[in-house]
């Protein structure tokens, strides 16, 4: 036995004779099927998937102090579309608004889109905003 020969022995140690045990014979099984009897199983009709309900309504609300964050926020918290406008709120009470309804929809995967310098529209997750002009909503998802 040469050093080729017994270098390949310890490569491959096992047989292959395990292969030729699992052959199954195919000629044994019936192909017309006639030992069966066909029949259908029951079968569900397809249904449309439910998608999320339809905005029935928008609230506007005019804010013109921080106390009344509240209004506008339940109404969001519950899933509607708020347009905000700060249009009577001074600059310093605009600025604490403006910042309270960012976080409001960044907690609740929300947008938040500038209509006007002083009107906002804030998006709940289940709303969807085309739009079409140079500002992109900001998106916190």
Not at 14 to 31: A, I, L, N, P, S
Not at 113 to 122: A, E, G, K
Not at 126 to 141: L, M, Q, R, W, Y
Request: net charge negative; charged share 30%; aromatic share 12%.
């Amino acid at each position: 036995m040469g050093i080729f020969d017994r270098i390949t022995a310890k490569a491959m140690p096992y047989e292959d004779d395990y292969y030729d045990e699992d052959v199954v014979d195919y000629g044994e099984y019936d192909e017309t099927g006639e030992d069966y009897p066909e029949s259908e199983a029951p079968v569900s009709s397809i249904r449309p998937v439910s998608q999320a309900p339809e905005v029935a309504r928008i609230v506007t609300v005019w804010v013109a102090n921080y106390k009344e964050v509240r209004d506008f926020a339940v109404e969001f918290r519950n899933g509607l579309p708020v347009v905000l406008n700060l249009s009577q709120a001074d600059d310093a009470e605009r600025t604490r608004i403006v910042d309270f309804a960012v976080g409001l929809c960044f907690g609740l995967e929300g947008d938040f889109n500038r209509i006007s310098d002083d009107v906002f529209l804030l998006t709940p997750k289940s709303v969807k905003i085309d739009s079409h002009g140079s500002e992109a909503p900001h998106t916190f998802a």
